[in-house]
């Protein structure tokens, strides 16, 4: 089973026998049988043939319709049960097993965090980006042996102190530093890249879990609300250092932002301009079509691993007796 993820702009989506077929002007694209096919993802204006949506409906493909930066308009998915009884064993897991799969996601933040400033330290070691990457190990190792959620956010936290310094020393281009993270709101262009990848990083799982058919709300770390989907915020950790974070680094010292060009300040803060989310957006679309390897010793495009890891925590869900096993990079 794969995903069709459509990121490229102007496609029309039309039905042949079983194949969808994707093309942008005359020229094809791919072609893919549709009983082969797990969901569709729509990025921006592309559109889809009726007869496309009712053989999608028939073979229970969901579909979904984005923005260009990962925003969930609406999803087109069949009627079909099991969804309120996944739900229901969502709400039915022990304070051990959300405690558990907590321990998980945070060890795998702190582990991914590691190995990110490791390949940067082969580029160019600097002492202060050892010293991170030893303390970073530290916490990992610690995090599996939390007694309580205080103590693995208070873990999660004190390797953010020591990370994103370290991640700030391995900027090599003068215009852009970094010596803490600044959010609500970004404080220098660095913090208005991150917040923006992970914003439109988090839409994109949020939009996955809902056709997984997995409450985003129920989530096992962040506290959860009505307005606030805590999962999808939960599997962001693992996703932040080896996508968004190294995107930065690509698109800072790559130079391929620009301080007096692509970036505004209001409202206190900075913020990605519209010529800056652009560039952003062109390169994270490339970075996740990039292929890589998938766990069937398969390549796949590097959003299949956040399908991936969905249908992990959804496997969690069904036996918590199998612990949950987060996103690693190596």
């Given at each position: ?121 082969r580029r160019k070691p600097l002492e202060a980006v050892a010293a991170a990457i030893q303390v970073l190990e530290y916490l990992a190792e610690q995090a599996l042996g939390a007694g309580s959620l205080s103590q693995v956010m208070g873990l999660e936290g004190a390797g953010a102190a020591s990370y994103f310094p ?40 949020l939009t996955l879990l809902e056709i997984q058919g997995i409450d985003p709300y129920y989530g096992c770390l962040h506290q959860g609300s009505e307005r606030h989907p805590a999962l999808a915020s939960d599997l962001l950790e693992e996703f932040r250092p080896g996508i968004v974070d190294s995107l930065m680094l ?81």
């Open positions: 089973m794969r995903s069709l993820f459509i990121s490229q702009p102007g496609c029309q989506l039309s039905l042949d026998q079983e194949m969808a077929v994707v093309k942008q002007g005359d020229m094809v694209l791919q072609r893919v049988q549709i009983p082969l096919l797990e969901q569709i993802l729509v990025f921006g204006t592309s559109q889809l043939s009726t007869q496309l949506i009712r053989a999608c409906l028939r073979q229970e493909v969901p579909i979904a319709y984005l923005s260009r930066m990962g925003y969930c308009y609406g999803r087109v998915v069949p009627i079909q049960q099991g969804y309120r009884q996944l739900v229901r064993r969502q709400q039915q897991l022990q304070a051990e097993e959300l405690l558990g799969a907590a321990r998980q996601i945070v060890r795998a933040k702190l582990r991914n965090s590691r190995v990110l400033l490791m390949r940067q330290q370290a991640l700030g020393g391995c900027i090599s281009n003068p215009d852009f530093s970094l010596t803490d993270r600044s959010r609500r709101p970004p404080g220098n262009p660095v913090n208005a890249v991150l917040s923006f990848g992970y914003q439109v990083l988090w839409n994109c799982l690509q698109l800072v010292n790559g130079r391929v932002l620009k301080v007096g060009e692509d970036f505004e300040y209001r409202q206190g803060g900075c913020f990605l301009g519209e010529g800056g989310r652009k560039k952003y957006l062109q390169a994270f679309v490339q970075r996740m079509e990039e292929s890589v390897a998938s766990s069937e010793d398969d390549r796949e495009p590097r959003w299949h691993l956040l399908t991936q890891q969905i249908k992990a925590y959804k496997q969690f869900v069904y036996d918590p007796t199998l612990a949950y096993r987060p996103h690693l990079i190596r």
